[in-house]
């Protein structure tokens, strides 16, 4: 990679502005799940350790630019002081003047939090002012936040034109070379699994990796608009009906690319969405009766999804198979996580409802890589450059 990274600058007494990504589910004002807090712990710690100041800025929620007290900091700051073993400083601002007074009494090793960044306009806008006013204080900027660099906002982009050295943290280097390698040297059979509901959620995506995959499977509710594209009969499923000669066009685009695109063979359908619905195997060939939806992939399409992943050297996965939420529609998504965990192949696993399922089914230590992002993890998987990465420092 390009960037620079925390390994190339010398952080003993400076003070460093780190962007994380301490988005997290909160329950009743608690953390629910620390998984993106510990996530930024290897960058947090390296810093301390070596004497730098840090100031943590994140977002948390959507305040849309005002206060919403509810989704201040302060529990995140709890939980972080809890992980480090020592106590991080919460001040009640974005920007203002009770920084620099947190500042004058913080000493070498010490870190404080800021308040969340979205409770400012400007972080959304990207804005020039509210970027100079987070920089003001600090000698280096690290990016650390995986999760929004894709976004454009102030505390990724702006930030960068008034604070240099720019540099990568561990889990963004991490993410970066993860994609990057998968991108330009994939040890193959290289195979993706894509899912979830919608096909136009994932057009750059399915373009880019037709360019660069041996195989496709596709499963999930975008699978019902390329079968539905092939002339199957899909009842009530969710298809997209203005996409169907995109779907036509992907499966030329495999054909002349010379990639393996599997479709499902058979289904899961039910009438409705919920653990008491009747659920039965349908072929695809058949078709669905018009009062059923796909709501997973069926026995045979598992097994032999199963396979192809077994037999692949490189498999990306993004998208579950199914209504996963839903323990009767889980078993596609299952079925493939577990091939997944059990293969030799190395195995990244992109985007915030994957991620929760591989999570959820206990092999996340069984995959080679989870990435910490939904959206960012997919655009780079288009090739595209993240806003977050592009103006971090060269070497
Ligand atoms: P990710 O967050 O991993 O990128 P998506 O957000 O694209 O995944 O897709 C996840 C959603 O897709 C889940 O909420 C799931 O219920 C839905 N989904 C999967 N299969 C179907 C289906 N057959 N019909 C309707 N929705 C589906
Ligand atoms: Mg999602």
């Known amino acids: ?16 502005l780190m962007r994380v990504d301490f988005n997290v589910p909160l329950d009743n004002g608690t953390v629910a799940d620390d998984t993106r807090i510990r996530a930024a712990l290897p960058s947090i710690r390296f810093l301390l350790e070596r004497g730098a100041r840090l100031i943590l800025a994140s977002h948390l929620g959507r305040p849309k630019g005002k206060v919403v ?77 995986f999760g929004v660099s894709h ?22 280097q991490k993410e970066i070379e993860v994609v990057t390698s998968l991108l330009e040297q994939p ?42 594209a092939q002339g199957h009969s899909m009842g009530r499923s969710l298809v997209e009906e203005d996409k169907l000669d995109l779907a036509r066009r992907l499966l030329d685009l495999a054909e002349r690319q010379q990639v393996e695109l599997l479709l499902p063979e058979d289904l899961v359908a039910a009438a409705e969405i919920s653990e008491q619905a009747e659920a039965v195997v349908v072929e695809v060939a058949e078709g669905l009766a018009d009062t059923h939806m796909a709501l997973d992939i069926g026995p045979k399409t598992r097994k032999r ?24 529609f889980a078993g596609g998504t299952k079925a493939v996580a577990e091939a997944l965990a059990a293969a030799d192949a ?30 960012a993890f997919l655009e780079m998987l288009e090739g595209k450059l993240l806003p977050g990465i592009a103006h971090l420092t060269q070497q």
């Open 151 to 172: 976004r454009a906002h102030a505390s990724v982009a702006a930030v960068t034109r008034y604070l240099q050295p720019a540099v990568a943290g561990f889990l963004l």
């Open 1 to 16: 990679m390009g960037a620079l990274t925390l390994h190339d600058v010398d952080v003993r007494g400076k003070t460093v």
């Open 69 to 145: 007290p509810e989704l201040r900091m302060d529990p995140v700051a709890q939980r972080l002081s809890n992980l480090l073993g020592m106590s991080v400083v919460k001040v009640d601002e974005v920007v203002g003047p009770e920084i620099p007074e947190a500042l004058s009494t913080l000493g070498p090793g010490s870190c404080l939090l800021l308040e969340n960044l979205r409770f400012h306009p400007g972080e959304e806008k990207n804005d020039d002012d509210f970027a100079r006013s987070l920089a003001q204080y600090a000698d280096i900027y690290v990016n650390d936040a």
């Open 187 to 228: 040890a193959r059979p290289f195979t993706a699994v894509i899912g979830g509901a919608k096909v136009s959620d994932k057009i750059g995506v399915l373009e880019s990796l037709l360019r660069r995959v041996d195989r496709l499977l596709i499963g999930g509710g975008m699978a019902n608009t390329f079968l539905r």
């Open 346 to 375: 190395f195995s990244v696993v992109g985007g915030g409802d994957s991620a929760a399922a591989i999570n959820s089914l206990g092999f996340a230590e069984k995959v080679g890589h989870i990435s910490t992002g939904g959206g």
């Open 305 to 328: 999804y199963a396979q192809s992943v077994s037999s692949s050297a490189l498999v990306v996965w993004n998208g579950p198979m199914g209504v996963f939420e839903v323990s009767k």
